[in-house]
């Protein structure tokens, strides 16, 4: 069984520039969920895709954007980053059944965002 | 809105001590909570999850976790402290809907040797 993978695991990018980071799910899972987590504390919930729609979004200006695909895998955009968009991006993914949840996410390890 | 709060962002003990690590939760929290581990440089794990059906949670690792109304409060134990045990560990609630969360701040172990 494959885990969730995330691509890429570190990269540095410039104020105003854009940024795509890429995520496959594990194998059965059909929801991706994306996080941020600044240095020193916890994820915070950017946006969830459950069959390549939005399910759900913390509270993220527009410019963070996201997309599933039909296989499942997800980007997570990001437009005019900021100095404070640096942080680990976490992907995760899980099995959902409609608007419940089973509780459990699987987590890949992160992509590490610097913004100089 | 539904949060979590937890108490000591860094917490030391010695190997094959008592660890214990804190957290409250909003009254308001559905009875759903949970506790991940992160060890470095790696994504989040679940150790364990309580949903109602038994106040005291048995996890991996060794880990456990009592949910008491009372107190609000969900703590993380372990009898005794490992060197593989030093990592962050998060406590976490359910959002409104699907395997969304809301993360606490985290607590640092480290496992004195």
């Known amino acids: 069984e494959t885990g969730v993978t995330q691509s890429p695991t570190h990269l540095i990018k410039t104020r105003g520039q854009q940024v795509t980071l890429r995520c496959s799910s594990q194998?059965?899972?059909?929801?991706v969920s994306w996080y941020q987590q600044a240095l020193g504390q916890g994820p915070q919930f950017i946006f969830q895709?459950?069959?390549?729609?939005?399910?759900g979004r913390g509270n993220f200006p527009p410019r963070f954007s996201g997309l599933q695909f039909p296989n499942y895998s997800s980007e997570l955009n990001v437009n005019a980053l900021e100095l404070d968009d640096s942080a680990l991006y976490l992907c995760?993914?899980?099995?959902?059944?409609?608007?419940?949840?089973?509780?459990?996410?699987?987590f890949g390890e992160g992509s590490r965002l610097t913004v100089l | 809105a539904q949060s979590v709060t937890q108490l000591g962002s860094h917490v030391s003990v010695s190997e094959g001590a008592l660890v214990l690590l804190r957290c409250n939760y909003s009254?308001?929290?559905?009875?759903?909570l949970f506790w991940y581990v992160q060890y470095p440089n790696q994504g989040l794990q679940l150790l364990l999850k309580?949903?109602?059906?038994?106040?005291l949670v048995k996890g991996i690792n060794g880990f456990e976790a009592e949910f008491k109304k009372s107190e609000t409060s969900f703590h993380l134990t372990k009898p005794s402290a490992h060197m593989s045990d030093a990592a962050e560990y998060f406590c976490?609630?359910?959002?409104?809907?699907?395997?969304?969360?809301?993360f606490g701040t985290g607590t640092s172990l480290t496992v004195i040797p």
């Open positions: 995760a993914s899980s099995r959902q059944l409609g608007l419940a949840g089973n509780g459990e996410l699987f």
């Open positions: 194998s059965g899972h059909n929801t």
């Open positions: 895709y459950y069959r390549e729609e939005e399910n």
């Open positions: 009254s308001s929290v559905p009875p759903y």
């Open positions: 309580y949903t109602s059906a038994a106040t």
């Open positions: 976490a609630v359910p959002r409104v809907t699907g395997n969304q969360f809301y």
